[in-house]
């Protein structure tokens, strides 16, 4: 596909790509390191991101159960459209990791930028529609007339906050595709560490010298304090895309040129992102399950999911990296690397699951009450935490082999795997286990609903890429060629 204003030759392109670090080149080398070398890096940039959540559930917590609750009711929603925009990211990472593996330096470019302008359209729409739709929508989830007021002072702000959540999502997911981790990582901890500071600020309220005066704004601090942070997330983000990477061209494409390389990247973006948010509305119908039994209930799984979702870090880092990897290599028709480099992930998936099974049943009681607003609420969570701890391999399994698929252009596949997770067992298990059960039945339900998906989805992740190995078949992702 062409830049409108290219006029370099290949040999130019070719020259750009191998200027790259040896470190960058994912089709190389030993995949172990690679597999190491990103991951680290994103694990403690995506326990930044996630620290953010764990903060302001401990400081919405210390204002009572009804800001708790109405902040365990905003998780899913929120989930779901960074989700979305992660999808996009999934999308941009796919088309440009595979054209890096390829050696097509303006296809990477043209798929990168406008990844970016997709990613705009995309904000202003979903923004506006869910800025309207703050209480029917929280009403459908479940909550009451005390709650929604909470609601609306945290989501109004949220979705303000918008352009700087989803775009920087999309442009460290390019970034990354070129093999570079470490800045989208920096770029994640200095986010992660402004808002830390600041969710206490605002919700608590603060003054400097008597001259500034920042009342207190309980639950609307805290998203006063996340929309500053993203704003560094917006600008460092796109620096290092445009400046660092040079990754974005700066120019207006064609129209033709846009809808052709916009279509690419939505063909793999529309199943990714409709996969990523199949989670969350399936916590959103478990949360509504479990409203029945109260807003104790609700809080604790909230603090247990927030829980969960922060020992999740190390596969979620995986699920992040595994598809620069599996993409270069798949541009680049190295079909066994693809292969070997899952069978790894799902090793790992293994150890993390089995140390975080071990650090839960001894620590659970001691982390809950940090974040519940009482002891009832810490002894929900602690139970849920002991039920589901072994289970997590599963989901790790699921996101990994997502993401992979997702990296190899097969989308629709890895929307099938949280269909698969979340609609055939996790939320039907979790409602037929609430008609006759205590919550306690619930949690079971998940559990099994982790384990049986992920097996399910990694012997088919298996077979699939067996048969692709042996067949030796050729990648057939590119658009054509106008260069």
Not at 20 to 25: A, G, I, L, T, V
Not at 243 to 272: G, N
Not at 346 to 356: A, D, G, N, R, S
Not at 374 to 390: F, G, K
Request: proline share 4%; hydrophobic share 55%.
């Amino acid at each position: 596909m062409p830049s409108s204003s290219s006029t370099s030759s290949k040999d130019t392109q070719q020259s750009e790509h191998s200027s790259n670090s040896d470190e960058q080149d994912l089709t190389q080398g030993s995949l172990i390191k690679h597999i190491f070398r990103l991951a680290l890096p994103m694990i403690f940039g995506i326990m930044a991101v996630f620290s953010v959540s764990i903060v302001d559930t401990y400081f919405v917590g210390q204002l009572g159960t009804m800001p708790l609750a109405a902040l365990s009711f905003t998780f899913p929603v929120t989930m779901a459209i960074a989700s979305l925009a992660s999808g996009l990211g999934a999308g941009a990472s796919s088309m440009v990791s595979r054209a890096t593996g390829a050696d097509e330096a303006d296809d990477a470019k043209r798929y990168a930028t406008d990844s970016l302008l997709l990613a705009t359209v995309f904000v202003i729409i979903i923004s506006a529609l869910g800025y309207a739709t703050i209480t029917p929508l929280f009403t459908l989830l479940g909550a009451d007339e005390n709650i929604l007021p909470l609601i609306r002072d945290y989501m109004e702000v949220w979705y303000i906050s918008m352009p700087f959540l989803v775009i920087p999502i999309v442009a460290n997911a390019i970034i990354r595709s070129l093999g570079n981790a470490l800045w989208p990582s920096i770029i994640m901890f200095i986010t992660a560490l402004i808002n830390v500071i600041l969710t206490p600020l605002f919700i608590n309220g603060f003054a400097i010298n008597g001259y500034f005066d920042i009342p207190a704004m309980e639950i609307r601090g805290a998203a006063v304090a996340t929309t500053i942070a993203r704003i560094s997330t917006f600008v460092l983000a796109l620096y290092v895309a445009i400046y660092r990477e040079k990754i974005v061209l700066l120019c207006r494409p064609s129209l033709a040129v846009f809808v052709k390389s916009a279509k690419s990247v939505l063909q793999i973006a529309l199943p990714a992102g409709a996969g990523s948010i199949v989670n969350p509305i399936g916590i959103g119908i478990v949360t509504a399950v479990l409203a029945a039994y109260g807003a104790q209930t609700v809080a604790a799984f909230g603090v247990a999911t927030r829980i969960e979702s922060f020992a999740c870090i190390p596969m979620l880092a995986l699920s992040a990296v595994v598809g620069p990897i599996v993409g270069q290599n798949w541009g680049a028709g190295q079909t066994k690397r693809v292969l070997r480099t899952l069978q790894f992930c799902y090793l790992l998936c293994i150890v993390w699951t089995l140390m975080l099974a071990l650090v839960f049943y001894l620590f659970a009681e001691n982390l809950t009450i940090i974040l519940a607003s009482n002891q009832e609420v810490a002894d929900i969570s602690t139970q849920y935490l002991y039920v589901v701890a072994l289970s997590l391999v599963g989901f790790g399994w699921i996101i990994v082999s997502s993401a992979a698929f997702n990296a190899l252009g097969r989308s629709i596949s890895g929307l099938s795997f949280y269909i698969v997770r979340s609609f055939i067992f996790y939320v039907p298990l979790s409602v037929l286990a609430s008609l006759w059960a205590e919550s306690e039945w619930v949690f079971i339900a998940i559990a099994v609903s982790n384990l049986g998906a992920g097996i399910l989805v990694a012997s088919y992740a298996m077979f699939w890429l067996k048969k692709a190995k042996r067949n030796d078949t050729e990648p057939n992702w590119r658009l054509q060629s106008e260069h």
